[in-house]
Nanobody, 128 residues
Framework: QVQLVESGGGLVQAGGSLRLSCAAS???????????MAWFRQAPGKEREFVAG??????????YYAVSVKGRFTISRDNAKNTVYLQMNSLKPEDTAVYYC????WGTGENNNRYNIWGQGTQVTVSS
């Protein structure tokens, strides 16, 4: 069974940086590369929203970002470590949310409802 575990969340001041990691387990060797991976977030009282995604390796690792984070956040993946990262710079209080990673086999990495593997989330809090 595939499992995703996020880490790297925490409390940071506005303008600061954090790097989130999401490690996958339970996949056969080299299979992780077949998954598009994405980050979503959910703030209190709000719906979950797409943050960033990266395609499965066969689609050239194309990346996609929400308008609100473009230029500040960077998604990347290390298939040798079965891990996807989200580098978050110039953080704002409105970035405060629980961040989830998700996987979609053979996916594009775009915002859609195909993601069917989810982690438990990691809290990011940005103070003003």
């Amino acid at each position: 069974q595939v499992q995703l575990v996020e880490s790297g969340g925490g409390l940071v001041q506005a303008g600061g940086s954090l790097r989130l990691s999401c490690a996958a387990s339970g996949l056969p060797f080299s299979y992780y590369a077949n998954y598009a991976m994405a980050w979503f977030r959910q703030a209190p009282g709000k719906e979950r929203e797409f943050v960033a995604g990266i395609s499965w390796t066969g689609r050239g690792r194309s990346t996609y970002y929400a308008v609100s984070v473009k230029g500040r956040f960077t998604i990347s993946r290390d298939n040798a470590k079965n891990t996807v990262y989200l580098q978050m710079n110039s953080l704002k209080p409105e970035d405060t949310a629980v961040y989830y990673c998700a996987g979609d086999k053979w996916g594009t990495g775009e915002n859609n409802n195909r993601y069917n593997i989810w982690g438990q989330g990691t809290q990011v809090t940005v103070s003003s």
